[in-house]
């Protein structure tokens, strides 16, 4: 109990509790968006939905990919609570389009812009809660507590969105999203500007060129050894985590001859273990260095995949719940790395650099499994624990000791 609740001594910081409490509805609103996105697709398509879906996932990707560079840099550059709430307003436009959808292409338009809003929102998002929750211990707290929400609003949010869609129906539940943006803006903009004057005074990132500032956030991230090495750890944890998002429905309602309702308890297991890997990282990081938290995480999920295809549904539950904290185990250490090794004026294009990074290894493993389902199915979770495991000996020989 120590151990989920320690992170929630962050909230105590009244302009954090409030920047938190807006991305938390946010998040919500999040849940709604893909819920009500998945049934629209279904109305509009039936049996196509799956392929709308596949589609909107690559955009979505693709537009975190090309545009969070250029977000990381506009957050250094142009005053973060401009950014975060024209973010908020403008997706509380775009999702009170979606009632209107006629046509799949709709579908995709709107996600494109959708997620250019989301690009820019998280990297000004992420690089200011360090400087609103100074001080090392504090700030790993906050940043904790945000992905721990992050991770749990993952599980509960779309059941929650689920229900009400049943009983209110699709086009509500875009509104309902939309709300919530309006809320979250509403709480940003009406933080007192004293929170504000505590970030840094950019002196030096307006001066160099949009291409420079992108370019400068990469090298930022791969010319620390340690931000470097956790950032391939998080790839590794990509290709693992890539096969279970992909290739776990056609293990339960294929291969084991399980329900929709066995599909969701099993990735509900994955999530409720990324969700107290979350809530734990920060105690971890008390015992040991984060790259090495990185590697451990990396490694599990890597392991839990291997015997995927042997076990039983609540053997699959058990492994999913242990992949779920290696995803969080890998994933959080470079936002702490971040924020303690980067200059502040400097931190909002690195956090857009490995926003875009991260996401480019999704973009290489969501292919990676989908071709492996196809190919072997099988052996599809044996032979994608192998590439992941391989990919980690690699890593952990070449790059350990720069750590």
Partial sequence: MQTVSTPFSSLRNKPFARLYTAETISLLGDAFTWVGIALLAYDLAKQQAASIL????????????????????????YPRRTILIVTHLGRMVVVSLFPFVTETWHVYGLIIG????????????????????????????????????????????????????????????????????????????????????????????????????????????????????????????????????????????????????????????????????????????????????????????????????????????????????GQSLAEMPNQFLIAERIPPAEQGRVYGAHFAWSHTWWAIGYPLAGWLGSRFTPQTFWIGGLIAMTCWLVATVALRRTT
């Fill in 54 to 77: 596949a589609i909107a996932l690559t955009l979505r990707v693709s537009a975190f990919i090309v545009f969070a560079p250029l977000a990381g840099v506009w957050a250094d550059r």
């Fill in 114 to 325: 959708l997620n250019i809003f989301n690009a820019f929102f998280t990297p000004a998002y992420k690089a200011t809660i360090p400087q609103f929750v100074t001080g090392g211990t504090d700030s790993k707290q906050a940043i904790a507590l945000s992905n721990a929400t992050y991770q749990l609003l993952g599980v509960l949010g779309p059941g929650l969105a689920g229900a009400l869609a049943g009983l209110l129906g699709v086009q509500q539940i875009f509104w309902l999203d939309a709300i919530s943006f309006l809320l979250a803006g509403i709480l940003i903009a009406t933080l007192p500007r004293s929170a504000w004057t505590r970030l840094p005074l950019l002196t030096g990132s307006a001066q160099t060129t949009t291409w420079q500032g992108i370019r400068n956030g990469t090298q930022w991230l791969f010319r620390q050894p340690a931000i470097r090495f956790s950032l391939l750890m998080e790839f590794i944890a990509a290709l693992a985590g890539a096969q279970i998002l992909v290739n776990t429905v056609g293990l339960v309602k294929g291969t084991m001859g399980q329900d929709d309702q066995h599909y969701g308890w099993v990735m509900s297991g994955f999530g409720v273990g990324a969700t107290l890997a979350a809530f734990g990282v920060s105690r971890l990081t008390q015992r040991f260095r984060l790259p090495m938290i990185a590697l451990f995480g990396a490694l599990i999920a890597s392991l839990a995949i291997l015997p995927a295809q042997e076990v039983s549904l609540t053997g699959l539950l058990i492994l999913w719940a242990v992949a779920g904290m």
